[in-house]
């Protein structure tokens, strides 16, 4: 049997299952190359070994082996809480922090068998799209170290990316889920807003904030996404009513490992950032969004050009919400002087904000969620480019001046938080490499509840381009 970092999660679920190895080997083999590799790269923020080993013996001998992820090992992102365990948020205003419960997504995961092998870095407070903060070492590209991961889950990306993790689980309010996918040569899925029960969207302001999963396949990813759903007595339990009708056993590693079905797609490169920023796609986004059109069309997808009517309105209703989200971080008096540069300028920001100001920015949102799926509503999908650049280097961002920073954020990451304001899902894959040996993909939206023909198209797509199968120089 191949060493077990090699497996995809799928198979090492199988391997799991039939007893060849037992949750404490599996365990044991990925804490070993944490231990080796992180301290280059920086995925893990804290390692819980003792603590994964006792939870790994439990789950052998008291979770049922019909739990969807059982015995297979993944990371909390360190934006969420479990008990015992430092929770760091980030933040140098965090530092030392342990609480004493665990969040609702935690408790999902070891619900449905997960063994946590500790906490996975992030930007502070999850607000910037890399993972670059002054409280932890960055997260490192494994495919060029030099560069950064992307973020808000940038080390759940490097975790898996350098075989660290078969898969993990992530949280995005503008990308933070797909951006260090896309980076790290990783699938990463938004799921449509409510689906994920624990990370529904619904409790965040503007319902920006979803869970989902980051994998190195397709059919990992729906793995993982089922078992992020949780069931109450059998059934799943929503939290919502679902637009597009779900089966409730769990139905979307099936889409991913049929991989079924054509579809007519739209081709787009125009975002909603395109009035206030300078958008500016490079050439290898561009190279590998035609390398999936191409694909596409050779599978006998229906593929059509498309674009976005321009709007105005978007770029300061969005950058509201996220300096109104930031108002709440648990920051006051000295404790301010803790946080970053961007942080700091956000909170200071979003603590000025009327509820006026608020209020037109929410009903501008909707408006253009309302637009949106208007506009794209006779598409099966849409592709567009997964960034508008190359994975940037570490450093890369203004660390003094907000409006900069902001900026160039946008810049990186034009095609994401469109999905975030109007719920729909989404999916990166990559599809193609530069001459650098840096991993470039494009991103699939789909249909409210779209998941489904998501990981059918994904699939298609990666049997076709066996990305899949190629590894990082780390690894």
Same mark, same amino acid.
């Given at each position: 049997?191949?060493?077990?970092?090699?497996?995809?999660?799928?198979?090492?679920?199988?391997?799991?299952?039939?007893?060849?190895?037992?949750?404490?080997?599996?365990?044991?083999?990925?804490?070993?190359?944490?231990?080796?590799?992180?301290?280059?790269?920086?995925?893990?923020?804290?390692?819980?070994?003792? $603590?994964?080993?006792?939870?790994?013996?439990?789950?052998?001998?008291?979770?049922?082996?019909?739990?969807?992820?059982?015995?297979?090992?993944?990371?909390?992102?360190?934006?969420?809480?479990?008990?015992?365990?430092?929770?760091?948020?980030?933040?140098?205003?965090?530092?030392?922090?342990?609480?004493?419960?665990?969040?609702?997504?935690?408790?999902?995961?070891?619900?449905?068998?997960?063994?946590?092998?500790?906490?996975?870095?992030?930007?502070?407070?999850?607000?910037?799209?890399?993972?670059?903060?002054?409280?932890?070492?960055?997260?490192?590209?494994?495919?060029?170290?030099?560069?950064?991961?992307?973020?808000?889950?940038?080390?759940?990306?490097?975790? @898996?990316?350098?075989?660290?993790?078969?898969?993990?689980?992530?949280?995005?309010?503008?990308?933070?889920?797909?951006?260090?996918?896309?980076?790290?040569?990783?699938?990463?899925?938004?799921?449509?807003?409510?689906?994920?029960?624990?990370?529904?969207?619904?409790?965040?302001?503007?319902?920006?904030?979803?869970?989902?999963?980051?994998?190195?396949?397709?059919?990992?990813?729906?793995?993982?996404?089922?078992?992020?759903?949780?069931?109450?007595?059998?059934?799943?339990?929503?939290?919502?009513?679902?637009?597009?009708?779900?089966?409730?056993?769990?139905?979307?590693?099936?889409?991913? @490992?049929?991989?079924?079905?054509?579809? $007519?797609?739209?081709?787009?490169?125009?975002?909603?950032?395109?009035?206030?920023?300078?958008?500016?796609?490079?050439?290898?986004?561009? $190279?590998?969004?035609?390398?999936? @059109?191409?694909?596409?069309?050779?599978?006998?997808?229906?593929?059509?050009?498309?674009?976005?009517?321009?709007?105005?309105?978007?770029?300061?209703?969005?950058?509201?919400?996220? $300096?109104?989200?930031?108002?709440?971080?648990?920051?006051?008096?000295?404790?301010?002087?803790?946080?970053?540069?961007?942080?700091?300028?956000?909170?200071?920001?979003? *603590?000025?904000?009327?509820?006026?100001?608020?209020?037109?920015?929410?009903?501008?949102?909707?408006?253009?969620? *309302?637009?949106?799926?208007?506009?794209?509503?006779?598409?099966?999908?849409?592709?567009?480019?997964?960034?508008?650049?190359?994975p940037r280097p570490l450093g890369w961002y203004d660390q003094e001046d907000g409006e900069r920073n902001f900026e160039q954020q946008v810049q990186y990451t034009p095609f994401t938080s469109m999905l975030n304001v109007t719920g729909l899902p989404g999916i990166v894959l990559p599809v193609w490499q530069t001459e650098d040996g840096l991993p470039m993909g494009v991103q699939l939206i789909g249909r409210p509840g779209g998941e489904r023909t998501l990981l059918s198209l994904a699939a298609q797509?990666?049997?076709?381009?066996?990305?899949?199968?190629? *590894?990082?120089?780390?690894?």
């Open positions: 049997m191949a060493d077990l970092h090699e497996l995809t999660a799928l198979e090492l679920w199988q391997e799991l299952q039939s007893g060849r190895v037992s949750p404490r080997e599996v365990a044991s083999h990925f804490l070993d190359r944490i231990e080796r590799l992180n301290p280059e790269l920086g995925a893990f923020v804290t390692v819980t070994r003792d $603590q994964a080993l006792a939870r790994a013996d439990e789950v052998a001998e008291r979770v049922p082996r019909t739990a969807p992820l059982w015995g297979l090992p993944f990371g909390d992102k360190d934006l969420w809480m479990r008990a015992g365990v430092p929770a760091g948020f980030g933040s140098r205003a965090m530092t030392g922090f342990v609480p004493d419960t665990s969040d609702e997504l935690v408790e999902t995961m070891d619900a449905a068998g997960g063994v946590s092998l500790g906490k996975t870095n992030a930007p502070e407070f999850g607000l910037p799209a890399y993972t670059e903060s002054l409280a932890a070492p960055p997260a490192r590209n494994p495919w060029d170290p030099g560069r950064g991961a992307g973020g808000s889950s940038g080390g759940a990306a490097v975790a @898996v990316a350098a075989g660290m993790l078969p898969f993990a689980p992530g949280s995005d309010g503008g990308g933070s889920i797909r951006i260090p996918a896309a980076a790290c040569g990783l699938v990463g899925l938004k799921p449509t807003r409510g689906l994920v029960p624990a990370g529904s969207g619904i409790e965040s302001l503007a319902g920006l904030v979803v869970a989902g999963p980051i994998a190195r396949d397709t059919a990992d990813a729906a793995l993982l996404l089922d078992g992020m759903i949780a069931k109450r007595n059998g059934r799943i339990d929503h939290h919502f009513t679902l637009r597009a009708p779900y089966d409730d056993d769990g139905p979307f590693l099936g889409a991913a @490992v049929r991989g079924e079905g054509r579809f $007519q797609l739209g081709v787009m490169t125009t975002s909603a950032w395109d009035g206030a920023y300078d958008i500016a796609i490079a050439p290898e986004a561009r $190279q590998a969004l035609s390398v999936a @059109v191409e694909a596409f069309s050779a599978m006998g997808h229906g593929v059509e050009e498309t674009a976005l009517t321009p709007d105005d309105t978007y770029a300061p209703a969005f950058r509201t919400i996220w $300096q109104a989200g930031a108002a709440r971080i648990p920051a006051e008096g000295e404790t301010l002087s803790l946080l970053e540069p961007l942080t700091a300028w956000l909170v200071e920001r979003g *603590r000025a904000l009327s509820a006026r100001e608020l209020s037109e920015a929410l009903s501008a949102l909707t408006a253009y969620e *309302r637009s949106f799926l208007a506009q794209l509503s006779s598409f099966d999908a849409v592709l567009t480019p997964a960034m508008a650049l190359t797509l990666e049997r076709r381009m066996h990305w899949q199968d190629r *590894r990082p120089p780390v690894w």
